[in-house]
């Protein structure tokens, strides 16, 4: 058990739906990290937060936007769904944001649009 | 961008064995951070070593060990006594280290098989 917990585990939902995934980070950790990983695209980091500021983007969509609660946990929320994004959605913490420190990941959210 | 290139999509190894796994990479930093995250069947992502890359001496973790070379700018991970929880998908992932770290970039992963 990593200490990230993530919600929901699996979730379904059509086309066209709206969808929030919730990380808790381990206790003391300041950043969170989401990830995608799917069969196309392999694992891809999406967005970094730390303490409540977004740090750094990489292959995010403009349909997901995500965002860091004062408790320090973090919802990634992904609207007008296309079958292309279901995966495996991960989202890690660590105890600081410079790349220096590592990475706990949650158990992730599976996301399979119909 | 920086890429990290896992050329082996699969292995096997026997239970009790040694195996390799290869991992390259791409950068023009000095300074940053690489690991290698293990996937069992469960698909949580585990942490298995990580290197300093300003660490000259390898690091090692029980059974697990790396093989770094800076200047090839090579990361391989070796297993000792091969045991059949080893099985999973591995993934070597680099990180960057500056102001505002980039998250990990990962390889495509190398599937281990070990057989009984």
């Known amino acids: 058990d990593s200490g990230v917990t993530q919600t929901p585990k699996h979730l379904i939902t059509a086309t066209g739906q709206r969808v929030t995934l919730r990380c808790s980070p381990r206790?003391?950790?300041?950043?969170v990290y989401w990830y995608q990983q799917s069969l196309d695209q392999g694992l891809q980091f999406l967005i970094q937060?730390?303490?409540?500021?977004?740090?750094a983007k990489g292959n995010i969509l403009e349909r997901f936007s995500a965002q860091q609660f004062p408790d320090l946990h973090s919802e990634l929320n992904l609207s007008s769904l296309e079958l292309g994004d279901s995966a495996l959605y991960f989202c890690?913490?660590?105890?600081?944001?410079?790349?220096?420190?590592?990475?706990?990941f949650g158990p992730g959210t599976r996301l399979l649009v119909l | 961008a920086q890429t990290v290139t896992q050329s082996q999509p699969e292995m096997s190894v026997q239970e009790a064995e040694t195996v390799t796994l290869s991992c390259t990479y791409d950068?023009?930093?000095?300074?940053?951070?690489l690991f290698w995250y293990k996937q069992p069947p469960s698909r949580q992502m585990i942490l298995v070593i990580r290197?300093?890359?300003?660490?000259?001496q390898n690091a090692t973790e029980n059974r697990f060990s790396v093989n770094f070379q800076k200047a090839a700018k090579s990361f391989s991970l070796k297993i000792s006594d091969s045991q059949l929880g080893d099985a999973a998908m591995y993934f070597c992932?680099?990180?960057?280290?500056?102001?505002?770290?980039?998250?990990?970039?990962f390889g495509k992963g190398t599937h281990l098989i070990i057989q009984p």
């Open positions: 937060y730390y303490n409540g500021e977004e740090r």
């Open positions: 290197q300093e890359a300003y660490k000259q």
């Open positions: 950068t023009s930093e000095s300074d940053y951070y």
């Open positions: 992932a680099y990180s960057e280290v500056r102001g505002g770290a980039d998250g990990l970039t």
């Open positions: 890690a913490s660590s105890s600081g944001g410079s790349g220096r420190e590592t990475q706990y």
């Open positions: 206790s003391g950790d300041l950043s």
